[in-house]
């Protein structure tokens, strides 16, 4: 599993025991990301849609939601990797983009991704083993950056783990078979049909997805594009049309709303940190609007490593103050009175 900012890592096994006792057999999971609850979602039986507008996100879907465990012959997968492996370097927009300009990878590492993914699109330019494929990349080379686990900087110094060969692995896929959507999660809920459980897990705040993971959009796009700045970002991450609602402290509150109140589920489940744009007591209401008692869970948890290092310059000067290292992350879940009455008394669970 890739890197990701606000992964629910910590949270997933709760999350799924929410499933469980709702005994939703259908879900919907809003803002997907790595997919890491809608996979849980899976493995505990359900029908699942992953909707998410990250190209990354999307193959990260088709391979781990889409595709069920039961349809793929290993043998196939680890021929298709086995001979990917064993194409010669080249020199491409990875090599001098992501490790000539950029430190994102050591160049060995990026010459070996270039041949891979051009690989990729000549032998495998569709069919069942394409998102497989892509996402054995985007996690090798996951695992051989030289990131704090963001692409808005790289480190001074080579992280160790990018000195390490590049190594391509068949991701662990889960059983059944769901749907990746890619769209809005503001369009998903007018047009989806109606679903047992939903998941919400919204960016909390202006740091947008699309310029913080960057290099996997491109990895997967493909499209070579135009970049500024150090970070050798995309340029259309100047286009309004990649700007989420929810990244805006004026936009969000209006988001949310609507996302809460339109999506149709029986129980709706909606992540939240007390660093988001919108105090607990807000969110609470936007819950409650759906006429349903509400639950919060409450879990400490400790915040990505770069907030704990400071930011830094290119250069390597000190240019941000060290934010907290812990944050408190809420679990707000909405759903009829009979429905609440199925759940168990989570530890985690406060009165507001
Ligand atoms: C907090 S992360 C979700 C993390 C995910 N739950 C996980 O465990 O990996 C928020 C996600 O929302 C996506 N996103 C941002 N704006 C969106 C929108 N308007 N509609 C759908 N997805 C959106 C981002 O691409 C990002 O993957």
């Avoid at 692995?169 to 679903?195: I, K, Y």
Wanted: charged share 25%; proline share 7%.
């Amino acid at each position: 599993m890739i890197k990701y900012l606000g992964s629910k890592r910590r949270l997933v096994g709760e999350i799924g025991d929410l499933l469980t006792a709702t005994d939703a057999a259908t879900a919907v999971d809003l803002f997907t990301g790595t997919t890491r609850v809608a996979q849980e979602f899976c493995r505990r039986g359900a029908q699942v849609t992953a909707v998410d507008v990250a190209a990354y996100s999307e193959v990260l879907a088709q391979c781990y939601v889409e595709t069920d465990v039961a349809s793929i012959e290993p043998a196939e997968v680890a021929e298709a990797l086995r001979r990917l492996s064993q194409l010669p370097d080249r020199r491409g927009y990875v090599t001098e983009v992501f490790a000539e300009q950029a430190r994102y990878f050591h160049p060995d590492n990026a010459r070996r991704i270039d041949a891979i993914r051009d690989g990729i699109d000549a032998w495998y330019p569709d069919g069942p083993l394409r998102p497989i494929l892509l996402t054995s990349l985007l996690e090798a080379a996951d695992a051989v950056d030289s990131t704090v686990g963001l692409q808005m900087a790289f480190l001074k110094e080579w992280a160790p783990r990018a000195l390490r060969p590049l190594r391509l692995r068949p991701p662990v896929l889960v059983p059944g078979s769901g749907r990746a959507l890619r769209c809005d999660a503001l369009e998903a809920v007018r047009t989806m049909g109606p679903v047992d459980l939903a998941y919400l897990d919204p960016p909390y705040n202006q740091h947008r997805y699309y310029t913080n993971y960057h290099v996997w959009e491109t990895l997967v796009r493909w499209d070579a594009p135009a970049h500024y700045g150090v970070a050798c970002k995309r340029e259309d991450a100047r286009d309004p049309a990649t700007k989420s609602a929810f990244n805006y402290r004026s936009r969000m509150p209006q988001a949310l709303a609507e996302v809460i109140t339109q999506v149709r589920a029986t129980t709706v489940v909606v992540s939240f940190s007390n660093e988001g744009f919108l105090p607990l007591a807000e969110v609470l209401e936007l819950c409650e609007a759906r006429g349903h008692p509400v639950r919060v869970l409450a879990h400490d948890t400790r915040r990505y490593i770069g907030s704990a290092i400071g930011v830094y310059s290119p250069g390597g000067v000190k240019v941000g103050t060290q934010g907290p290292s812990r944050n408190v992350e809420y679990l707000l879940v909405s759903a009829p009175e009979e429905v609440q009455e199925r759940l168990p008394r989570f530890a985690s669970q406060i009165s507001c």
